[in-house]
C-alpha cells in the first residue's frame, strides 16, 4: 500500500511532481473514452546533434526563434509537443499532462488503431535518431515508465519509428530495447519484438 500511496501522490492531474513543469500551448483533451495504453519514445535535438541547449523547450513552448540556426527554417511554424523529454543528464521535463493529448505521433497507427496521439504518452530524449543514448536517460527513461504504468493501464512501449514506419526513424538502432525491458521488468511483448 505504501508504494501505492507514494505513486499516488507523485501525480496530480496528470503531472509528475519530480519532473520540471513547462506548460506547452500544443496540447487538446483526449477523445473519450481514452485508453491511456502505449509510450511513444522518441528521439529529438535541436540542432540536430547538438545538446545541451534550451531549443527543444522552446519549440515545445513556441518559443523558438526560427532564425537561430539554418535548420530551424526548415521546422518553421511547427506546433508539436511531447509529454515528457529527458535531457543527456537525464533531467525530466513535462509539457502537457498525460490525461491530455499532446501533439507527438503525427499520422501513426498501432495495433489497427490510427492517430496514436489519443492513447499514448509521448516521451523525447535529447538525441540523434540511430545514435547512442546515456545511462541517466535510460534511468529517467524506466523511473518514468514504472510511474506511468502504475497510473495508466500501459501494455506496450514502441518507438515512433513502429507507429510511423517509412516517415519516422526515431529513436532508432543505438536505442536499447533489451536494456529497457530488463530494467523495467516487464514482458518482452510489451516491447519491439523485432527488437529481442
Not at 108 to 120: A, E, K, V
Not at 164 to 173: E, H, M, N, Q
Request: charged fraction near 15%; include cysteine; charge should be negative.
Amino acid at each position: 500500500m505504501k508504494a501505492k500511496a507514494e505513486n499516488v501522490a507523485a501525480w496530480q492531474s496528470g503531472w509528475l511532481s519530480t519532473a520540471q513543469r513547462l506548460d506547452s500551448p500544443n496540447f487538446g483533451a483526449r477523445p473519450a473514452p481514452a485508453l491511456i495504453d502505449l509510450i511513444v519514445v522518441h528521439s529529438i535535438s535541436l540542432p540536430p546533434g547538438i545538446y545541451g541547449g534550451s531549443q527543444v523547450q522552446k519549440l515545445f513552448t513556441n518559443q523558438l526563434d526560427w532564425s537561430e540556426h539554418p535548420y530551424f527554417e526548415r521546422i518553421r511554424g511547427m506546433q508539436v509537443s511531447s509529454h515528457f523529454y529527458i535531457e543527456r543528464s537525464g533531467k525530466l521535463w513535462q509539457f502537457v499532462s498525460a490525461d491530455d493529448r499532446a501533439w507527438h505521433a503525427g499520422q501513426s497507427s498501432f495495433m489497427g488503431r490510427d492517430n496514436c496521439n489519443d492513447f499514448s504518452v509521448g516521451i523525447e530524449l535529447e538525441g540523434l535518431e540511430g545514435q547512442l543514448f546515456e545511462a541517466t536517460q535510460y534511468q529517467s527513461l524506466s523511473f518514468l515508465c514504472q510511474h506511468l504504468q502504475a497510473r495508466y493501464p500501459i501494455s506496450h512501449v514502441v518507438g515512433h519509428e513502429h507507429i510511423a514506419p517509412g516517415r519516422k526513424f526515431d529513436p532508432g538502432a543505438g536505442f536499447d530495447w533489451p536494456g529497457l525491458q530488463k530494467t523495467v521488468g516487464w514482458s518482452p511483448q510489451c516491447f519491439p519484438a523485432l527488437s529481442f
